[in-house]
């Protein structure tokens, strides 16, 4: 994921004026205390996102960083659509670090995440358009002495119907000089010619091709310096005592110092860094860590789950309705579902570039939240978090791992840049054993539950106990209620809206390995869970997959629509029943960041490996921005999903990390993905998330078309042990 939640308003204004020095900040939005500090901003003439140059090219300031998704292209179109301009001169540059300015509506603090950068800039970039736009026919309009409304603009060229005409280029002058309209008329979905069409293609994709794109890693600079940190092996542990003698006689080796998170180890390069740090000898302090097995975890949580852990596991509900006492006799479905640590394994290890000292504060590296990056920085260094510079570059994936309230590893760099102090621009360097063993997961996590069928062989009564710890604890996140990211995907189910009797709990438990929300989050374990179930209870009452699902969207009312919808269209594109000689279909449907997607899947036995040759995926987005770039995130959140079913897990023994790198944690390779379609259901409702639904459903999708193969049903991932 990339699904942080928005930190509670009080909270971030405590924050922010404990670092002002405890002024009293009367009238101040949460954006407002977190950009104190800043420079006053200078925008052009066409405000904060939009920059037209001297030769009309148009610049959209993107608050929004490009990680691999690809929504930068959309961001850009929603700007070129409402503008007119021609597409082919339209280019995308990163926002600076400014709350005030580039807030992600949704999150409330500037950053990427909840699949929410198309949806929470729609409103926003189609205004900011269509002012530019209207700036444009204003000046032509005076210049020309004619009625606006005679006036069209087509491809970066004003136009009166007279014939006459002139570029963007030629009219910067006249039209800076006109006051943008605060409500802009925006244009009529009906009439677009950029938007949901093909021609919204990336920006990006020459540059990173051939290798013109910057990313962390690539950053040089003068005089700067690479550090690497040696981490505890055990999460809790932390330096008991260190031996540097040997690291500060390796070539090129700067310095040696302990740092909350470690052992810093500065040198020249990274190379002289790396030898270093293998040189050094530390004695670590176990007796806070976590020294549990991943083993020892689940069967604990199975425990819980039947109702016979200790007085200290508190139950929450995140559904209930009707009275389960008795409601569970007869004929019941007994499920159970356990679910390992998954790593986020993005290509680009976590690295940052600090310029601390000197009257320098400045980070240059893949920024996913800068607001809250400032605001630890701030604290670090005892500076207003609005006054921490940001240059945010691209990064090579995230899936939620840059996106942490404690911004780990950019806190490592600057305690060691604010060490240094000299200014000099440091390095942090982890490498991919680092981002393994030191870094954040998706949480383990145990399922139980008792379904009873109806006489119509529907469910009448759903008993679901999910133990699972909480990826937003110890957060500046409301804790108020229900943890919605531990059971998401579950809560809401149309499966439940209108089941009699639904009873369901989830405990949060208390482990030392650190978690973190992963590509869709709670949907990477619920919708399993519920699709699973469904086809376990559908071959229960005799009936096949799609019908029984079609009978409970039916049975949930409206809440069902949008899924019925999507099921149809991936049978009728599929279709349903007609799989490949020696292929099994399975089919899955769920609903995350405001998106409904249904999959089916063609799968085969390969020996014991399951082998998946083809998925059509049916997605109800809202509107299709960028429709080839929907269908690049169905495909990718696919293979992520698909990866993680058949060989993702994360495994501690005694505390250990046992997978070190990519031998040991499977990715999916190039001849093991399938051929995925694609289908956008049509809508004029306003887009929402594609970044992450597509990871959840497939791996459901997996196991249903193997219960149809077997006969046997999935209960633990990976498939693949």
Known sequence: MNAPLAPSRRAFVISATAIAGGALLVGCSVADALSIGAADPDFGAFGPFIQIGPDGAVTVICKHIEFGQGSHAGLAAIVAEELDADWSKVRVVEAPADAKVYANLTLGVQGTGGSSAIANSWDQLRSAGAAARSMFVSAAAQLWSVPATEISVKDSVVSHVSGRHASFAELIPAAAKIAPPKTPALKDPKTYTLIGTDRVRRKDSAAKSTGLARYTQDVRLPGMRVAMVAHPPRFGGKVKSFDDTATRKAPSVVDVFEIPSGVAVVAESTWAARQGRELLKVVWDDSKAETRGTDELLAFYRTVAAGHGP???????????????????????????????????????????????????????????????????????????????????????????????????????????????????????????????????????????????????????????????????????????????????????????????????????????????????????????????????????????????????????????????????????????????????????????????????????????????????????????????????????????????????????????????????????????????????????????????????????????????????????????
């Open 311 to 721: 007085d200290s596991v508190k139950w929450q509900t995140f559904e209930t309705r009707g009275d389960a006492a008795g409601a569970f006799g007869g004929d019941v479905l007994q499920a159970a579902y356990d679910f390992p640590y998954l790593a986020h394994a993005t290509m680009e290890p976590m690295n940052c570039v600090a310029e601390i000292g000197a009257g320098k504060k400045k980070l240059t590296f893949g920024s996913q939240i800068p607001t809250i990056d400032q605001l630890n920085t701030g604290a670090i260094i005892g500076a207003l978090p609005g006054s921490v510079e940001i240059e945010t570059l691209f990064a090579g994936g995230s899936f939620g791992r840059r996106a942490n309230f404690q911004s780990d590893y950019v806190a490592e760099c600057v305690h060691i840049a604010k060490r240094l102090g000299d200014g000099r621009p440091l390095k942090l360097v982890w490498t991919r054993e680092d981002d393994m063993t030191a870094g954040y997961y998706r949480p383990l996590a145990h399922h139980a539950l008792q379904v009873a069928l109806g006489p119509d062989g529907l469910p009448h009564a759903w008993r679901q106990r999910v133990v699972i710890q909480s990826v937003i604890k110890g957060s500046p996140m409301p804790q108020s209620g229900v943890d919605s990211t531990a059971v998401e995907g579950a809560m809401g189910s149309p499966y439940l809206t209108g089941t009699p009797v639904v009873d369901g709990r989830v405990a949060l438990m208390e482990v030392g390995a650190p978690v973190l929300w992963w590509r869709s989050v709670g949907a990477t374990h619920t919708a399993f869970v519920m699709e699973h179930t469904i086809d376990r209870l559908a071959r229960k009452a005799g009936r096949d997959p799609v019908d029984y699902r079609r009978a409970l969207y039916q049975r949930a009312g409206p809440a069902g629509a949008r899924h019925r919808a999507v099921l149809d269209l991936a049978v009728a594109k599929a279709p349903w029943g007609k799989p490949a000689p020696g292929y099994a279909q399975g089919v899955a449907v769920h609903a995350s960041f405001g998106s409904v997607v249904a999959q089916i899947a063609e799968v085969k036995l390969d020996g014991k490996v399951p082998r998946v040759g083809r998925v059509v995926t049916a997605i109800d987005c809202g509107t299709a921005v960028a429709p080839d770039q929907i269908a690049a995130q169905m495909e990718g959140g696919t293979c992520l999903g698909l990866a993680a079913a058949l060989y993702g897990a994360i495994t501690l023994k005694d505390g250990y990390v046992q997978q070190r790198n990519f031998d040991r944690y499977r990715v999916l390779r190039m001849n093991e993905a399938p051929q995925v379609e694609t289908y956008i259901l049509p809508s004029t409702a306003p887009p929402s998330g594609v970044g992450e639904p597509g990871t959840p459903v497939i791996g459901p999708a997996v196991a249903n078309a193997l219960l149809a193969l077997t006969g046997q049903p999935t209960e633990s991932l990976p498939f693949v042990a």
